[in-house]
């Protein structure tokens, strides 16, 4: 346990012996330094004086703090305490930012909690505070008085600042990390091994993670109805349960083999002839390990549901390819991407007729063409890294690659291809992460969440959901009538670098893109 060092007036720890006073052990359930590592402790008194400091928590032994706080009889001090990471203040991410509040800890990331102290009759009086991983991100609220205290509070501001003091004779054990919400949910495999290569799982342990990045500092888009990469700020908690994905973008192969068994019925099949679109894979000679593309959100869904699964939502798509909790920034990790990392910048001689150019130039390419990586060879794969794949080294450097051809495209959890080669369909409605009125706009943690309009259903692995989610159209306030968004998460191997970050956000409707494939999630057993 550590105790805080001596302030001058109302914050001390010098000599508890000299001043009747209350002293506050303060513990968590939250994993430190992870998600916490400094505390912040903001005191006023009744005539207005404030007195602050910001404690760092480097490590578990270090708690619980405690500190005193010395109160002349018969008045009360109000108290708020913040546990946050340093790192996430306005001042740091200044595009958060609002005026006068550079220094503040941020609220979706901090657990915020008021407190009303009495003056006690004599000597000390000791209460235990603890600021529950169920309060995280949400924020006290100061005109009201009234905070989150425990579970039952979470996303509620519906606690007195004078409740949940226990009087205590000695401090606890620290909880830190025994918060249920970041605690690993063990995923246990439910398929049989898969028949094909191209049709293997991986089995995802659940837990927690922040949504979105705001490292990335993507703040806006071009407009309300942009396709563009949308805002990925402000990062949102998520718990995720257990679940499968498949380790590899569906193929042409088994796309092709669904509509032979009568599983998936394209609405226009005449769309992937080679020769009216030869961006689109199915019905190449060539093109059976190819990712599915030119597929609409309702053909993909289809797919999945006669898969025995579903299109993953952005938060299962996000958490497997961010490193389930490591904020990665790319699928291989935090270094800057290489023409060697994935299948992006990629336009060269073999589909430059599709963009109706021509003189890609790959031994000497530009950024501006988009073939800055055409003529750069794909390093070898290990074969522990992708077992029983096929041999692709004869396959052309540029236009689109053979799923798995990029074994550093890979996330831990052995998934392939979610940095490059296409853009994945996700299942939610796509809703900016800062838009009020929409889904994402409530405080607290997000279980297993699915956008769908202004509400959060959870994702249908595991129950089903209601039918409005999977409509194609919307109805706007002012009545409009206008085709659902979906997130497109990922990129496209004719893609520039600097959207191929986990977090970058597409949207795209219901029509179909060769840019655009898709992969599945199943339940766990």
Request: net charge negative; glycine share 8%; charged share 25%.
């Amino acid at each position: 346990m550590a105790a805080l060092a001596c302030l001058a007036g109302l914050l001390a720890a010098c000599d508890p012996e000299a001043r009747a006073q209350v002293v506050l052990v303060v513990d968590t359930d939250l994993p430190v330094p992870t998600l916490a590592d400094a505390l912040r402790v903001e005191l006023w008194s009744e005539d207005g004086a404030i007195e602050s400091r910001v404690v760092p928590v480097r490590d578990p032994s270090e708690l619980p703090l405690s500190f005193g706080v010395v109160i002349p009889a018969g008045r009360s001090v109000r108290a708020r305490l913040r546990l946050h990471r340093e790192e996430r203040t306005y001042r740091v991410y200044p595009n958060q930012a609002r005026a006068g509040d550079e220094d503040e800890p941020i609220a979706d990331y901090a657990v915020d909690r008021l407190l009303t102290l009495d003056a006690p009759a004599a000597g000390i009086a000791r209460y235990l505070v603890r600021l529950d991983g169920d309060c995280l991100a949400v924020p006290a609220d100061l005109e009201a008085d009234a905070t989150c205290v425990s579970g039952r509070c979470a996303g509620e501001r519906c606690e007195s600042p004078r409740a949940g003091l226990e009087p205590i004779d000695a401090p606890p054990p620290t909880r830190s990390g025994a918060w249920a919400v970041v605690v690993p949910a063990p995923c246990e495999a439910a398929a049989a091994p898969p028949a094909h290569w191209d049709e293997a799982r991986a089995c995802i342990d659940g837990g927690f993670f922040y949504i979105g990045d705001s490292r990335v500092g993507i703040t806006f888009c071009a407009d309300a109805e942009s396709r563009f990469h949308c805002n990925t700020v402000p990062e949102r908690p998520v718990r995720v349960p257990p679940f499968e994905i498949d380790r590899f973008e569906v193929t042409a192969r088994r796309y092709r083999e669904a509509i032979e068994r009568g599983a998936v019925t394209p609405r226009l099949e005449q769309r992937f002839d080679a020769l009216a679109r030869p961006l689109c894979h199915l019905g190449r000679p060539d093109g059976d390990e190819l990712p599915m593309n030119c597929v609409t959100f309702a053909e993909a869904a289809q797919f999945c549901r006669a898969a025995g699964g579903a299109l993953p939502t952005e938060a299962q798509w996000e958490y497997v390819a961010s490193g389930r909790g490591d904020e990665r920034s790319f699928t291989w990790g935090n270094a800057s991407a290489s023409c060697e990392s994935a299948a992006y910048a990629r336009i060269g001689p073999t589909v430059e007729r599709a963009f109706g150019i021509s003189g890609v130039d790959c031994a000497r390419p530009t950024i501006a063409s988009g073939a800055e990586c055409c003529g750069t060879a794909r390093p070898e794969c290990e074969p522990a890294l992708a077992p029983a794949r096929p041999d692709v080294s004869g396959w052309p450097l540029d236009g689109p690659q053979p799923v798995g051809a990029f074994c550093e495209d890979r996330t831990r959890d052995g998934v392939f291809d979610m940095g490059g080669n296409v853009k994945e369909w996700t299942l939610d409605w796509r809703r900016f992460f800062g838009q009020r009125d929409a889904c994402w706009d409530r405080a607290g943690v997000f279980e297993d969440p699915r956008c769908c309009g202004r509400t959060m259903e959870r994702s249908p692995l595991y129950g089903a959901s209601p039918p409005p989610c999977d409509d194609e159209r919307e109805t706007r306030d002012d009545g409009r009538v206008v085709q659902v968004s979906r997130p497109v998460r990922g990129a496209s191997w004719a893609a520039p670098p600097g959207v191929l970050p986990t977090s970058t956000r597409w949207g795209s409707s219901d029509s179909s893109s060769w840019e655009i494939g898709f992969r599945c999630v199943y339940p766990s057993r």
